[in-house]
């Protein structure tokens, strides 16, 4: 299970299995209890949580009758682990997966593996309506790694809708009624680097975070972000010059919230 979302009060990490017990564990027990590979009852334990329901959106409590109901707002996620094949899973639960065109699998990510871009590459998400965000409010966030001085990471415009790119060295975003944001320090340095963008209506403004850290604002207009155009990791849909991106891209996630 993954809580993906790193904005606000939640937090950006996956999830195997939780366990709830009524004592206060001491150090030879957390070893224990973190060593345990299968469903054990055990001393205290008053709920237990496996995340293996699949596609529902709930949750099990196997121990007790404390069962939950999960709720989220991403609409797309892609983490690249596969290092194989030509689909890129979309592990949110509106499975836009991606078509890859070109780019590479590279073994070394963030987590696990991660895509390569040379410079013509893209990942064809689809026009899920999940993207169609209209007047609200949302959130991009993905890792990328490059020395290039622009390239497209995500976007999905035409006209009205957003784009996330590396410009003029810099992270940048625009859509919904503004000129566009960049961040304040150079991000092609061929390190990786951690970038979100917040579509924040409520606020009034565009946000830029860069590595964990509030980077840079614009104010937001009220142009919609819905547009006909596909979702593409790695180019703009109508390609040009310094529309593709060259470089690693990893755990891409877009949510339809600020």
């Known amino acids: 299970m993954s809580f993906?979302?790193?904005?606000?009060?939640?937090i950006d990490s996956r999830y195997n299995m939780i366990r709830v017990r009524k004592y206060a564990s001491t150090a030879?027990?957390?070893?224990?209890?973190?060593?345990?590979?299968?469903f054990n009852v055990g001393t205290g334990l008053v709920a237990y949580y496996s995340f293996d329901?699949?596609?529902?959106?709930?949750?099990?409590?196997?121990?007790?009758?404390?069962?939950?109901?999960?709720?989220?707002?991403?609409?797309?996620?892609?983490?690249?682990?596969?290092?194989?094949?030509t689909v890129a899973v979309d592990s949110s639960s509106y499975s836009n997966n991606?078509?890859?065109?070109?780019?590479?699998?590279?073994?070394?990510?963030?987590?696990?593996?991660?895509?390569?871009?040379?410079?013509?590459?893209?990942?064809d998400c689809g026009t899920g309506s999940g993207f169609n965000f209209g007047t609200g409010s949302a959130t991009i966030s993905l890792w990328f790694k490059t020395s290039s001085?622009?390239?497209?990471?995500?976007?999905?415009?035409?006209?009205?809708?957003?784009?996330?790119?590396?410009?003029?060295?810099?992270?940048?975003?625009?859509?919904?009624?503004?000129?566009?944001?960049s961040s304040i320090s150079n991000v092609n340095d061929n390190v990786w680097h951690y970038g979100v963008v917040v579509y924040d209506r409520v606020g009034g403004l565009l946000r830029l975070y860069v590595d964990g850290k509030a980077d840079n604002t614009a104010a937001l207009g009220s142009t919609t972000l819905t547009d006909a155009a596909n979702c593409n990791i790695g180019r703009k849909l109508l390609g040009g010059a310094g529309d593709y991106y060259t470089g690693l891209i990893d755990e891409v996630a877009v949510y339809d919230k600020a």
């Not at 993906?4 to 939640?10: F, L, S």
């Open 149 to 181: 001085t622009t390239g497209a990471l995500i976007t999905k415009r035409t006209g009205t809708g957003f784009q996330v790119y590396v410009n003029a060295n810099k992270f940048y975003a625009d859509g919904a009624g503004t000129a566009g944001v």
């Open 53 to 85: 329901n699949d596609a529902e959106n709930k949750t099990v409590d196997l121990v007790g009758k404390n069962d939950g109901t999960l709720y989220g707002s991403t609409v797309g996620l892609w983490h690249f682990d596969e290092n194989s094949g």
């Open 98 to 123: 991606g078509a890859i065109s070109g780019a590479t699998w590279n073994s070394s990510g963030i987590s696990s593996a991660s895509l390569y871009f040379d410079g013509n590459d893209y990942v």
């Open 28 to 38: 030879p027990t957390v070893v224990e209890h973190a060593n345990e590979s299968a």
């Open 4 to 10: 993906a979302r790193n904005i606000g009060n939640t």
